[in-house]
C-alpha cells in the first residue's frame, strides 16, 4: 500500500470515529433537528459537465465522508506558481454530489442545507435548481431546500468547488468541502439560525443582568401569536431563570423579541474557570411547542483601559497568545474536531491564555472548544480586503460575510475583540480609502 493511499485511509478512519453522529427517527412531531449530512458523498476532481443535473450518473464517482479536503490528498508539484503559500498542493475545480429521501411525513417542515465553511467559490444545486454562488471560503453559509424538495423522492445535492485560482490565500488554505454539513429541520415558525443574541451588561457579585434577543421567522401561511420562554441552565443543567413573552408575528416575516432576566449568585466564566450557562428559547403556539433553540453562553466582563491594558472580571489579564492557523499540517483543512482539542491542550500547558484566528473566522467547533477551555479569541474576518483573493468579491459581499460572522460568533464569551483585516494594502494608501473603509467596516 502506498503511502498517500494510507495517509486517505487513515484520515477517512479519524472522520468515521469523530464526526458527530447522524440524527436518527426524525419524525413530523420533531420541533427541531440538526442531522450531520457529512457521509456519502461522491467526488470528482475536475470540472465536469453536467454534473449538476439529478438525472447525471456518478457510479465511477469516489465515495468521500466530509469534513474533505482534497488538496492534502494530491502530489505536491514545486513547480507550482508562489507554490509555498499553499505547500505546495494544487487547486483546481472538484464537484460533490450527494442523494438523499425526505419522507412525505416531513413535507409540511422546513428544511435548509447548512455549510460550515467551503473553500471556496461554490455554487451549489439540489436536482439541478441552482442555489447560489459563495465565494468566500471561511465563514458558513446556508441556503433554503423547502421548495425544491420532492418529498417521498431522491433528491440530489450538488456543489461545485472553484480553487483554480490557486494558491488564493497567502497560507494553506486546502480545497473543498472542508468543514461540516448539516441538514436542519423546523416548524414553519421558528427561531431563526444563528437566531439569538446574550448579552450581560450589568454584573455584581449578586446578581447578573442578562439580556436576550431572539430573531423568530414565521413562514406559515397566517398571522401567528407565540410564546418564547426563555430559559437560563446552569453548568448542571438547572434551571436559574426563566422568562415569558407572548407576541403575534404577521405572516411571511420575522420579528426581535426582546427579553431580561436576572441570575443570582453568577458563576463566571474565566480562563481559570470558564463556566457556560445555557439559553433553552421554547416557542409555542396555541400551547404547541413549536421550536426549541439553545445557546451557550458565558457571564463576564470585558473591559480595556488604556494605561493598564485588558482587564477580564475586573482583573488585569496579560494575554498570553499567537496567531492559529485552522489547518493541521498533513490533514489539511479537514480536521478531526480531536485535532483541535488536542492543540489547544498543548497550548495551555505552554501557559498560552489567547488565540488569534489568523486571517479568517474558524470553525464553529474550535470557538466551542476555546468556550470550554478557557482562551481568550479574536475573531478576524478577513485578510488584506481588495488587497488580496478577495478583492474581487469585496464590494458586493463584505457586508454579508461580516455579518454570517457576528451573528454566528456572538455569543462566545471566549471572544474579546473582532479583527476587521489583517496586512491590508490601503493601509498605505494616501487618499484615505483605507481608514474610510476600516471605518465602514467596523
Not at 321 to 339: C, F, K, Y
Not at 340 to 354: F, P, Q, V
Amino acid at each position: 500500500m502506498g503511502i498517500s493511499k494510507m495517509k486517505t485511509i487513515l484520515i477517512g478512519l479519524m472522520f468515521f470515529v469523530l464526526s458527530p453522529v447522524i440524527k436518527a427517527g426524525i419524525s413530523s412531531d420533531s420541533t427541531r433537528t440538526n442531522e450531520n449530512f457529512d457521509f456519502d458523498w461522491k467526488f470528482k476532481f475536475g470540472d465536469v459537465k453536467e454534473a449538476s443535473s439529478p438525472d447525471f450518473s456518478d457510479s465511477d464517482w469516489r465515495s468521500v465522508q466530509l469534513p474533505h479536503d482534497w488538496s492534502v490528498e494530491m502530489p505536491s508539484d514545486k513547480n507550482m506558481p508562489r507554490g509555498a503559500s499553499m505547500g505546495f498542493m494544487p487547486g483546481g475545480i472538484g464537484w460533490y454530489r450527494k442523494t438523499f429521501v425526505v419522507t412525505k411525513e416531513l413535507r409540511n417542515k422546513n428544511i435548509y442545507l447548512l455549510f460550515d465553511g467551503v473553500y471556496h467559490q461554490s455554487d451549489v444545486y439540489i436536482n439541478g435548481q441552482h442555489l447560489g454562488f459563495h465565494p468566500y471560503g471561511y465563514i458558513g453559509f446556508g441556503y433554503d431546500l423547502t421548495p425544491f424538495i420532492k418529498a417521498g423522492q431522491k433528491n440530489t445535492i450538488s456543489v461545485r468547488v472553484d480553487h483554480s485560482n490557486a494558491p488564493s490565500s497567502r497560507w494553506y488554505s486546502g480545497s473543498g468541502i472542508y468543514r461540516h454539513v448539516w441538514l436542519q429541520y423546523t416548524n414553519p415558525v421558528h427561531v431563526a439560525n444563528w437566531g439569538t443574541y446574550v448579552t450581560t451588561p450589568k454584573i455584581t457579585p449578586k446578581t447578573a443582568e442578562v439580556n436576550i434577543i431572539t430573531t423568530i421567522v414565521n413562514d406559515a401561511g397566517s398571522e401567528k401569536s407565540t410564546t418564547l420562554e426563555s430559559e437560563i441552565l446552569s453548568d448542571k443543567g438547572e434551571v436559574v431563570t426563566k422568562t415569558t413573552t407572548t407576541t403575534i408575528i404577521p405572516k411571511g416575516k420575522s420579528i426581535d423579541v426582546t427579553q431580561s432576566v436576572s441570575v443570582a449568585d453568577p458563576r463566571l466564566w474565566s480562563i481559570g474557570k470558564p463556566t457556560l450557562y445555557r439559553l433553552v428559547s421554547s416557542l409555542k403556539i396555541d400551547g404547541q411547542l413549536a421550536d426549541q433553540y439553545e445557546t451557550p453562553f458565558g457571564i463576564r466582563e470585558v473591559r480595556y483601559d488604556p494605561k493598564k491594558g485588558f482587564f477580564l472580571n475586573g482583573e488585569n489579564i496579560k494575554m498570553k497568545g499567537m496567531n492559529l492557523h485552522q489547518d493541521a499540517g498533513a490533514l489539511g483543512t479537514a480536521v478531526p474536531d480531536r485535532s483541535y482539542e488536542r492543540r489547544l491542550e498543548i497550548l495551555k500547558e505552554y501557559g498560552c491564555n489567547a488565540i488569534r484566528c489568523s486571517h479568517n473566522p474558524p470553525s464553529p467547533e474550535f470557538l466551542s472548544l476555546c468556550d470550554k477551555m478557557g482562551f481568550l479569541v479574536i475573531d478576524e474576518a478577513f485578510d488584506k480586503w481588495k488587497s488580496g483573493y478577495y478583492g474581487a468579491y469585496f464590494d458586493q459581499w463584505w457586508q454579508k460575510d461580516l455579518e454570517a460572522m457576528l451573528r454566528r460568533d456572538r455569543n462566545h464569551p471566549s471572544i474579546m475583540m473582532w479583527s476587521v483585516g489583517n496586512e491590508v494594502g490601503e493601509q498605505n494608501d494616501t487618499t484615505g480609502v483605507g481608514t474610510r473603509r476600516a471605518g465602514m467596516l467596523v
